[in-house]
T-cell receptor, first 114, second 110 residues
Framework: EAGVAQSPRYKIIEKRQSVAFWCNPISGHATLYWYQQILGQGPKLLIQFQNNGVVDDSQLPKDRFSAERLKGVDSTLKIQPAKLEDSAVYLC????????????FGDGTRLSIL | SQQGEEDPQALSIQEGENATMNCSYKTSINNLQWYRQNSGRGLVHLILIRSNEREKHSGRLRVTLDTSKKSSSLLITASRAADTASYFCATVWRDNRLAFGKGNQVVVIP
């Protein structure tokens, strides 16, 4: 089966600019997750979707970050305006549902803020 | 915090040796997972251990869980160069959400 697809792989922007990341989960996976991984740390969950509804976004900085999954398949994560501390790898993951099961990760988008 | 926290180790071992890494967490958990991350790639699930299990094996991997000490360990036996990666433990909480530790870097020298 095809894995989780993410694009772009790399992005360089200046602070205060906006950026968007795209994720296509494994076919049939109802649950989608966005993580932020700062260099040298483990991933931190930003938002979790179940189909097109938000399950948890408690760690999403909502003043600058937004995410959507309008049709319950693809998802986009946006940052506007970006800050220097947003430099990180943004990982998307999916799982069949919210029951206990492994999550499948994409290779991420590496974001650098100048 | 339910976050898993590995001992902040960077292991460098010779091919064929065993590698052990530890993880501790602060609150009661139901389940714990281990993931591997190769440089520049996403995470790959290795093994899941439930709170009522004490030990689990998968190929060359052995995971233990001690809920009384709130700790887990991952042992990789007969390491290979391809095992070079970062290894993360993650506590599993409501709705399959994961809280990751900082990870252990393992370098296997051929």
């Amino acid at each position: 089966e095809a894995g989780v697809a993410q694009s772009p792989r790399y992005k360089i922007i200046e602070k205060r600019q906006s950026v968007a990341f795209w994720c296509n989960p494994i076919s049939g996976h109802a649950t989608l997750y966005w993580y932020q991984q700062i260099l040298g740390q483990g991933p931190k969950l930003l938002i979790q979707f179940q189909n097109n509804g938000v399950v948890d976004d408690s760690q999403l900085p909502k003043d600058r970050f937004s995410a959507e999954r309008l049709k319950g398949v693809d998802s986009t994560l946006k940052i506007q305006p970006a800050k220097l501390e947003d430099s990180a790898v943004y990982l998307c993951a999916s799982s069949p549902g919210t029951g206990l099961q492994p999550q499948h990760f994409g290779d991420g988008t590496r974001l650098s803020i100048l | 915090s339910q976050q898993g926290e590995e001992d902040p180790q960077a292991l460098s071992i010779q091919e064929g040796e065993n590698a052990t890494m530890n993880c501790s967490y602060k609150t009661s958990i139901n389940n714990l997972q281990w993931y591997r991350q190769n440089s520049g790639r996403g995470l790959v699930h290795l093994i899941l251990i439930r709170s009522n299990e004490r030990e689990k094996h998968s190929g060359r991997l052995r995971v233990t869980l001690d809920t009384s000490k709130k700790s887990s360990s991952l042992l990789i036996t007969a390491s290979r160069a391809a095992d070079t990666a970062s290894y993360f433990c993650a506590t599993v909480w409501r709705d399959n959400r994961l809280a990751f530790g900082k990870g252990n870097q393992v370098v296997v020298i051929p």
